[in-house]
C-alpha cells in the first residue's frame, strides 16, 4: 500500500513561518505532480500549491510570494515553507500526490492523500 504521512503543521503567530512535509512510502514506481491543498472550517477544500515531477509549480493567488513548495524525488516528499502567516491560513492541510505503484498485484496509477495536518495563525 501507498501511504503519505504529513508533518509540520501547528500554532504559529501572525507573520510567523512553518514548513510542512509529506512524505511517501510504499511500493512506489513513479511519483508525477505532488500538492498542497487546505480546508478551512465551514469552506471547500482548496488547492494551494502544486508541483510537478519536472519542478514546476503554481500557487493560489492568496499565496503567491509567501508560500514555496518544493520537493525531493529522492525521498519521495514533498515540502510546503509557509511565511508570512496570516489569520486566513488557518486551515487543516492536506498532502496530495499522483503515484504510480504496485498495488494488489498490478501498477495502478492514482491519487493519494495524507491524513491532514492542523496550521493555526493566531496571536
Known amino acids: 500500500q501507498v501511504q503519505l504521512v504529513e508533518s509540520g503543521g501547528g500554532l504559529v503567530q501572525p507573520g510567523g513561518s512553518l514548513r510542512l512535509s509529506c512524505a511517501a512510502s510504499g511500493s512506489i514506481l513513479s511519483i508525477y505532480a505532488m500538492n498542497w491543498y487546505r480546508q478551512a472550517p465551514g469552506s471547500q477544500r482548496e488547492l494551494v500549491a502544486a508541483?510537478?515531477?519536472?519542478?514546476?509549480?503554481d500557487y493560489v493567488d492568496s499565496v503567491k510570494g509567501r508560500f514555496t513548495i518544493s520537493r525531493d524525488n529522492a525521498k519521495n516528499t514533498v515540502y510546503l515553507q509557509m511565511n508570512s502567516l496570516k489569520p486566513e491560513d488557518t486551515a487543516i492541510y492536506y498532502c496530495?500526490?499522483?503515484?504510480?505503484?504496485?498495488?494488489?498485484?498490478?501498477?495502478?496509477?492514482?491519487?493519494?492523500w495524507g491524513q491532514g495536518t492542523q496550521v493555526t495563525v493566531s496571536s
Open positions: 508541483i510537478t515531477s519536472g519542478g514546476s509549480t
Open positions: 496530495n500526490a499522483h503515484i504510480l505503484a504496485y498495488v494488489s498485484s498490478t501498477y495502478t496509477a492514482r491519487d493519494y
